[in-house]
């Protein structure tokens, strides 16, 4: 794999994973549990969207087969798709919801503060907006990680739940595979050991404050989303959110 | 002269065309901002885009015109609502096929928005941006947000994410107002 492939490749990671964690989030317009509680989910869903735009559009003019954005997203069959398991685990009941935005939030804040130093610079200019918008997804996941986990016996079972079910998506967002050691190694992307110790400082803090316990980290974990295996859930996503571009290709208004 | 009104179906085509009699050789780079201090965010409709923060420059020979604007948010729905109402307006003031580049850095900070912009913000109804943006902690405890319809100090924060994504909601305790927060980023 050339240098540039690499960078595609990891161009991809980085669009899939805010892309597909919007489309989850946007699932919950209409019935999240409470009215501010949507507004604040499809906020940060229009802010993942926003950026992965950015990622895509600077993936387009790198893979520059005449692709765009919305073709990258729309058109693109689940092996495809590069983006992290945990993002495309169900909704389910709130606490994992939450859970997974929390993990997810910590890994986002933390590898967009490097990227915003990466050598690329439309890369460091990209990733330098996200990160201060990461930054609120983050207050927002902590605090309601720590208000169910310190909260009632019952938000804490779930909470503690949550984070048992998801544990096993953990290990692929701080596991470094090639592309990840390319990236570094090219001074583009972060320090994978620096991002795993990030990561797991941070979730231990809050999970300590939120009184719940966190796996282990040598655990099993569940891998393949980076190079397109994902679960079972992908491809019914992929059926809701591609449904109308495919069913009428081209049109140009809906 | 002609005095007779223009009706709205004429304010619509003339918005879309340079106007016949316009001089724009005769604009200076002062009046193209004084124009553009003009056009209002259309989410936020008490602050102009000069106020906020994201026109960033400007570069005018007296025929050419380009403008720099910087969204608020990666994911702003207002984005390309918002440099099609500057294009118009320079259009409008006889400026042929103005130029709007989308810049992304440096990456757009509250800390922009002018002291006029803070005022008619709060007059609005929206408290402005406390502090500085650089200062915010992450994980840390939040400054006291003043209630910007009476003043109060004594508010609560209902959610990080309010009506749109630059702003947070917040409820009065004393006058029991809820209103919009526009946070520090």
Same mark, same amino acid.
């Given at each position: 794999m050339t240098q540039q492939e690499a960078l595609q490749e990891y161009l991809l990671r980085m669009a899939d994973s805010g892309m597909i964690l919007a489309q989850r989030l946007s699932e919950l317009v209409g019935k999240a549990p409470a009215l501010e509680e949507e507004l604040a989910s499809s906020n940060v869903a229009l802010d993942l969207i926003g950026q992965a735009r950015n990622w895509y559009e600077y993936a387009a003019e790198l893979i520059d087969d005449g692709r765009d954005a919305d073709k990258l997203v729309f058109l693109r069959d689940a092996h495809d798709y590069r983006n992290l398991l945990m993002v495309e685990q169900p909704n389910d009941d709130y606490a994992v919801t939450m859970a997974r935005q929390f993990f997810f939030d910590?890994?986002?804040?933390?590898?967009?503060?490097?990227?915003?130093?990466?050598?690329?610079?439309?890369?460091?200019?990209?990733?330098?907006?996200?990160?201060?918008?990461?930054?609120?997804?983050?207050?927002?996941?902590?605090?309601?990680?720590?208000?169910?986990?310190?909260?009632?016996?019952?938000?804490? +079972?779930?909470?503690?739940?949550?984070?048992?079910?998801?544990?096993?998506?953990? #290990?692929?967002?701080?596991?470094?595979?090639?592309?990840?050691?390319?990236?570094?190694?090219?001074?583009? #992307?972060?320090?994978?050991?620096?991002?795993?110790?990030?990561?797991?400082?941070?979730?231990?803090?809050?999970?300590?404050?939120?009184?719940?316990?966190? #796996?282990?980290?040598?655990?099993?974990?569940?891998m393949g989303g980076k190079t397109g295996e994902h679960t079972e859930h992908l491809g019914h996503i992929l059926a809701v959110m591609q449904f109308l571009p495919r069913a009428y290709p081209d049109a140009t208004t809906w | 002269m002609n005095e007779h009104e223009p009706s709205s179906v004429d304010v619509l085509i003339a918005s879309d065309r340079v106007p016949a009699n316009a001089r724009p050789d005769l604009l200076t780079e002062d009046a193209i901002w004084a124009l553009l201090d003009n056009v209002l965010d259309p989410e936020v409709p008490a602050v102009s885009v000069v106020e906020l923060g994201i026109v960033r420059d400007l570069s005018w020979d007296?025929?050419?015109?380009?403008?720099?604007?910087?969204?608020?948010?990666?994911?702003?729905?207002?984005?390309?609502?918002?440099?099609?109402?500057?294009?118009?307006?320079?259009?409008?003031?006889?400026? +042929?096929?103005?130029?709007?580049? +989308?810049?992304?850095?440096?990456?757009?900070?509250?800390?922009?928005?002018?002291?006029?912009?803070?005022?008619?913000?709060?007059?609005?109804?929206?408290?402005?941006?406390?502090?500085s943006a650089s200062k915010m902690s992450l994980l840390g405890a939040d400054d006291v947000i003043a209630c910007p319809l009476c003043g109060s100090e004594h508010t609560e924060r209902l959610s990080e994410f309010g009506s749109t994504a630059c702003k947070a909601l917040y409820r009065c305790l004393d006058c029991r107002e809820p209103f919009d927060y526009f946070k520090c980023i």
């Open positions: 910590v890994w986002h804040y933390f590898t967009l503060k490097a990227l915003s130093n990466s050598k690329d610079e439309r890369i460091a200019t990209i990733a330098a907006k996200a990160v201060k918008e990461a930054t609120y997804h983050l207050r927002r996941s902590s605090e309601w990680v720590k208000r169910m986990g310190d909260g009632t016996e019952e938000s804490h +079972r779930r909470i503690q739940d949550a984070f048992n079910l998801l544990w096993r998506f953990t #290990g692929e967002l701080i596991t470094p595979d090639d592309i990840d050691h390319a990236m570094f190694e090219a001074g583009i #992307g972060p320090d994978p050991q620096q991002l795993k110790q990030d990561w797991f400082g941070m979730v231990r803090e809050v999970a300590a404050q939120a009184t719940l316990a966190v #796996g282990e980290e040598d655990a099993w974990m569940y | 007296g025929t050419h015109l380009t403008v720099d604007v910087t969204p608020t948010y990666s994911g702003c729905p207002a984005t390309e609502l918002i440099e099609e109402l500057i294009a118009e307006a320079m259009r409008a003031a006889g400026i +042929r096929d103005p130029q709007i580049n +989308r810049v992304l850095t440096p990456a757009w900070t509250t800390d922009w928005i002018t002291e006029e912009g803070r005022e008619k913000l709060r007059a609005f109804g929206i408290a402005p941006p406390q502090g």
